[in-house]
């Protein structure tokens, strides 16, 4: 069963024009991302299949292993409301 106000494909959200905010109804949402400004960052934040594990000193330990996905927001003009999105691997 397909939903136009739930469907996107690997690059991206659907028609953020067309969505519908899922907190208040409201049609016609802004694309965006979040910004990453940690050292060594590619710019966006990055969703990792798998639980985190974290090192000695409380990082999350890199396993280059596991597939990762970049994540897109889309932001609710009328109530902020703010949805996230995995889309192309990253």
């Known amino acids: 069963m397909s939903d136009p106000d739930h469907d996107h494909d690997d ?3 659907a028609d953020a024009a067309a969505r519908v905010c899922p907190a208040c109804g409201h049609r016609g949402l802004e694309p965006g991302y979040l910004e990453d400004q940690g050292d060594s960052s590619m710019g966006f934040i990055r969703w ?5 594990v974290l090192g000695r000193v409380g990082r999350a330990k890199v396993d280059r292993h596991r597939e990762r996905f970049r994540v897109e927001a889309l932001r609710c003009p009328a109530c902020r409301h703010l949805s ?3 889309t192309r691997r990253a």
Request: cysteine-free; aromatic content about 10%; hydrophobic content about 35%.
């Open 11 to 13: 690059d991206g959200p």
């Open 84 to 86: 996230l999105y995995t």
């Open 48 to 52: 990792i299949a798998g639980p985190i």
